[in-house]
């Protein structure tokens, strides 16, 4: 059980010095990682950014992620359930052009209207708050590889164990705290899992 996120990063980021896991950057996803990526970022002495993933919501329940989209239009989509609702090739090109643009939005206010920095030939650690189906961290972990990273790692306090299980294909290698057997949903395993405000998550990337 984690205190809170911050509790969850200063965690981590112990754990990836003890493995002597190095990165030239550092990205969180928004909001919630943010407070968790900061003291990651501090602790390897690396720069703190953002990478930006929107989910593509199922026709009759937009909750349910059938894949996920990332700013640069990397996409990710679980074919299995994709193809039991049924789900039309005009409507999954609709939502994704939809949340890539979304997922721009964001990612522009986020940087200010700045790009993605350089990542060819870098060391990226890529940070969430936890994952429970994986898909948005999917998408963000292939945006970084379309990039050019030398190395992918992803790393988040906790994860469902069949989400961890295939986030290992998407990157060189996953590190998770915690992968319980129980895991019902991410804010389980925090004490205090409070919504992270725009604001508030900006606040940490500009913190040095």
């Known amino acids: ?28 996803i928004p909001r919630g990682a943010l407070p968790v990526a900061r003291p990651v970022a501090d602790a390897l002495e690396a720069d703190l950014d953002v990478v930006v993933a929107r989910k593509l919501g199922a026709p009759s329940n937009p909750e349910l992620a059938i894949g996920a989209v990332a700013s640069d239009g990397s996409v990710w989509l679980n074919d299995d359930l994709v193809e039991r609702l049924g789900v039309s090739e005009s409507y999954l090109a609709d939502v994704r052009e939809r949340e890539a643009t979304n997922a721009r939005g964001k990612a522009d206010r986020y940087r200010g209207g700045e790009p993605l920095p350089e990542l060819a030939g870098k060391r990226v650690i890529v940070v969430d708050d936890g994952v429970a189906t994986g898909a948005t961290a999917i998408a963000c972990l292939r945006q970084v590889r379309e990039a050019g990273a030398e190395r992918v790692v992803l790393a988040v306090p906790v994860g469902s164990p069949e989400a961890v299980a295939d986030l290992e294909s998407e990157a060189d290698e996953v590190i998770a705290l915690v992968t319980p057997g129980n895991f019902r949903a991410v804010g389980q395993f925090y004490r205090e899992f409070g919504q992270v405000t725009d604001e508030k998550a900006v606040e940490y990337l500009e913190e040095r």
């Open 1 to 28: 059980m984690f205190a809170n996120r911050s509790d969850a990063g200063d965690r981590l980021a112990a754990e990836l010095e003890d493995r002597g896991i190095e990165a030239d950057v550092v990205l969180g």
